[in-house]
């Protein structure tokens, strides 16, 4: 039986996955892993060499999407292939080391009480804006929406087969995995770790993705934006109700006076504004609901190369068994 499964979610890694693949080797005995390469519309070779190495391994599945759905859909994907009993997600190129996994797995095996091993970053290397922008992020989630994230926690996880029964029964379009995380429980043991450069390649993020990322978080976990969308209106009606009293007022006592035209362009400018605002508020609650509403899948697999049930050759498991030991 499989103890552990890798879920590795590949966007553009041709030159990552079998550095990844050689480095697990390293960390653990073939028998004892299997990974799940999930190919998510790379336009690059990552797809070619997945083939060579499941051709090469027996303990590699590829799930290969047809376009690329992003890395949440790709770790849902994954989810539904692994049979580990501890199920790890890790990206491709190499900035969480394997070894860390064993960590986590170890941690597992020590506390059966705990369920999820997830790591954190101890240090985060990003500009001050980026780093100002993430706090401000995970401050207002955290105040806003009935889940709590940690902050800096990535996808880098470890868990139980139990987890995954609970993540794979949440199936919605939105995925936001660490309010999902977050959201059905379980105890979680956080182990701080400092990321690796990129092995190659370069990362796939830049700041309006994240951005509409944090949004998508925002508005999958929280209703409270609609509800401050009601106080501003209530609040910008109530002005206005005063204001037109003064004027109301000041009309009968001073008579008509003269047309006061920046006053009406500031109130009816500003007012336009608060109406797009929550307009638009209200829009991102519809569009998601829209969505979800054609019930579309997470992801659309253009092929499986299954995992080959191949009997081990002793010898070698004998000799890898030492080397790890020796190391
Ligand atoms: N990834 C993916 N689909 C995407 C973008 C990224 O599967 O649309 C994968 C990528 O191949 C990598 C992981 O998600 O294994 C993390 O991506 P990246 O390294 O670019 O993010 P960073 O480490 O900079 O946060
Ligand atoms: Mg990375």
Known sequence: MTELSLIVPCHNEEQNVEAFYARCLEVFLPETFEVVFVNDGSKDGTYRKLQILHEKYSNILVVNFSRN???ESAIYAGLKYATGTYISIIDADLQQDPEIVRNM?????EKPEVDVVAAYQAQRHEGKLMGWCKDRFY???NRLSEVDLRENASDFRTFRSNVQEALLGMPEYFRFSKGLFSWVGFETEYIPYEAAERFAGTTKWNFAKLFKYAM????SFSTVPLQIATFCGAIVS???IIYGI???AQTLITGIDVPGYATTIVVVLFLGGVQLLVMGILGEYLAKTYVQG???PVYIAKNVLEKETVDIDEE???????NVVKK
Request: proline share 0%.
């Open 216 to 219: 998508e978080g925002i508005v």
């Open 69 to 71: 759905f992003g890395k």
């Open 294 to 296: 054609k019930h579309r």
């Open 316 to 322: 070698s498991v004998q000799k890898h068994e030492k």
């Open 238 to 240: 109530a002005i206005a």
């Open 139 to 141: 401050k207002f989630i």
């Open 105 to 109: 797995v170890k941690i597992l095996d």
């Open 246 to 248: 003064i004027i109301i």
